[in-house]
């Protein structure tokens, strides 16, 4: 596929074939060249536990299966999810970074410039996805590039390229709505009822969609309501700083009008 | 209850003492401001030792800052575009505001401190005295005003940041910078108490600034009251068994200090720098239980 500037990219991740290869991931660590955490594994086949500096792409295993016995019919199974930075219309980190190292791309995606950062931390304060993280060696925060560098050069992402059940696809993002619309609709006419797509609304729409089998606070992640941004907080917080200031000041003055002798 | 999936930005001591001394430096500057716009002759040694407080508090602060940073010779990057070289003015990220605002009141503060040290006969420069001629001027009360607005930013807007975020706790409430501001103020005023009964004999100064000092401490509780009700079940969150003590601690750096404030007397038996350090206390814990809470 040609890969276009000024045109917008995105994912789309079919939770319902992902199989918990990890196969993303390791594409994602060998292509942008990241040592990785140490393992660490829990009740689980989850060995780098959540997204971070050094996992762009993280899958969960999410056990809702109860430990005892099930009767046939009521057959659940695991949730796997390949997470990634959601590449948010709105982005929540893009709009609190004080340095504008992070950036909108040419392929509309949301990207931390490297030699701009200066390791302040208040993108991660600000992503509701857990999605950045501080790398202590470099001094920065990093995160999904979505393969910057490979889109420039016309490739496809390496997560999307290693998919080997193409749970992750990658594409023109308004191709991508209209696959996931398909691929939602024919799972609901097969009986999946839980079916639903994320990444529609949020956020002004997701450059990551998501077909989930259950409701998004399931997959760790802010439903509808949730998805907030930052600066939702901006004009409410400075008016109480505002009226506290004018009270301060008028209190101190009336304090210090008073004659000095009283109590 | 909101839904939060987000990581903590791991910030921690630097940030802790960097919102402490912002509070007590902009809070400080406001009340020499106003002891000398007031004009009351016996308020003028406590006015410049408030500025003489002031700058280095202030100082301390974008060192703290730059040192927390992952880069911290990039600390430039905060004001100007390494790219572009255009300055980065963002007045929807409280964290660009408050760059701009730190170097604004770094400014102020750093006059004010000059005019403070020549008028003490503590520095005879030239300019120095050219500065504090300026300042003793209509033109200085102005810029004095100006100075005390910075002030007041740096000291609140450090509660806007927090709160502008996604984080548990800090995103649910719109009380944490008129909460910081309070708080500041508190601070910056027993500061000066506690300063004043060591350097300066101004025993009405004292008085006043127990007074004022007793505004800024109801004012504080009001706020920490509207900052519980405004989290609802999540202030659950910051009564976790390890933060009692620090919640005992902002209790008796309040509450104390208003009963030991109005106790008859109180000016005679230094119980005002007693009263002092128990606001400096509280408001320190405060910040450290709010910062680490909602980060753990």
């Known amino acids: 596929m040609d890969i276009t500037p000024g045109q917008a990219y995105g994912f789309f991740t079919d939770t319902s074939v992902c199989i918990g290869c990890k196969a993303c991931e390791v594409a994602c660590k060998e292509w942008n060249q990241l040592p990785g955490n140490e393992p660490a594994f829990g009740d689980g086949y989850d060995n780098t536990g959540q997204l971070d500096a050094q996992n762009w792409r993280h899958v969960q295993f999410i056990d809702n299966v109860p430990d005892d ?45 490297p030699d701009v950062c200066n390791g302040c931390r208040d993108c991660i304060a600000a992503c509701p996805y857990a999605v950045i993280g501080f790398n202590e060696e470099t001094g920065l925060a990093q995160k999904c590039t979505f ?93 109480a700083s505002l009226v506290t200031a004018v009270l301060g000041v008028v209190g101190a003055v009336i304090a210090f009008r008073q004659r000095g002798e009283e109590g | 209850m909101p839904q939060h999936f987000v990581a903590p930005p791991q910030w921690e001591w630097y940030i802790v003492w960097y919102f402490f001394l912002g509070g ?58 390494s790219r572009t070289g255009a300055l980065n003015f963002k007045y929807w990220s409280p964290m660009s505001m408050g760059a701009w605002a730190l170097l604004g009141f770094g400014l102020f503060a750093t006059l004010s401190f000059i005019e403070a040290l020549v008028q003490e006969g503590r520095l005879r420069h030239g300019l120095a005295r050219g500065i504090a001629d300026v300042m003793g001027g209509v033109l200085g009360r102005l810029f004095m005003v100006l100075g005390a607005l910075f002030g007041l930013f740096v000291a609140g807007y450090t509660g806007v940041l927090l709160s502008v975020s996604n984080q548990p706790v800090w995103s649910d409430t719109w009380a944490l910078g008129g909460l910081f501001l309070a708080s500041g103020l508190s601070v910056g005023a027993a500061t000066l108490a506690i300063v004043t009964r060591a350097r300066v004999d101004a025993p009405t100064t004292e008085r006043k600034l127990s007074r004022a000092d007793r505004v800024f401490i109801v004012l504080e509780l009001v706020l920490l009251a509207v900052f519980f009700a405004t989290l609802g079940a999540l202030a659950g969150r910051l009564f976790a068994p390890r933060w009692l003590v620090l919640w005992v601690l902002v209790a008796v750096g309040t509450l104390g200090p208003l009963l030991m404030y109005r106790a008859p007397g109180a000016g005679r038996r230094g119980s005002p720098v007693l009263a002092g350090w128990l606001v400096l206390l509280g408001g320190l814990a405060l910040r450290i239980v709010v910062i680490f809470g909602a980060q753990i």
Not at chain 1, 90 to 100: D, G, I, K, R, Y
Not at chain 2, 42 to 62: E, K, W
């Open chain 1, 69 to 113: 016995v099930l009767t046939v019919g009521q057959g659940k199974a695991w949730l796997m999810m390949s997470d990634v930075c959601k590449h948010c219309t709105h982005a929540s980190c893009l709009e609190v970074c004080p340095t504008n190292a992070i950036i909108r791309t040419e392929f509309d995606t949301v990207y931390i410039q």
């Open chain 1, 147 to 239: 393969c910057y560098g490979r889109l420039q050069n016309n490739l496809v992402p390496a997560c999307a390229k290693a998919c080997p059940t193409e749970s992750i696809k990658f594409g023109d993002l308004s191709e991508m709505r209209n696959v996931a619309t398909a691929r939602l609709q024919l799972l609901q006419s097969q009986g999946v009822a839980n079916a639903q797509l994320y990444g529609e609304k949020e956020y002004g729409g997701l450059h990551a969609l998501f077909l989930l089998t259950d409701k998004p606070e399931a997959y760790k992640q802010p439903n509808t309501e949730n998805a907030v941004l930052p600066s939702r907080n901006n004009t409410r917080s400075y008016l």
């Open chain 2, 24 to 81: 007590l430096a902009g809070g400080a500057y406001l009340i020499g401001t106003l002891l000398r716009l007031m004009g009351d002759p016996r308020d003028q040694g406590v006015s410049r030792l408030a500025f003489l407080v002031a700058f280095p508090a202030m100082v301390i602060c974008p060192i703290l800052l730059t040192l927390d940073l992952g880069h911290p010779a990039r600390f430039w990057h905060m004001l100007v575009n």
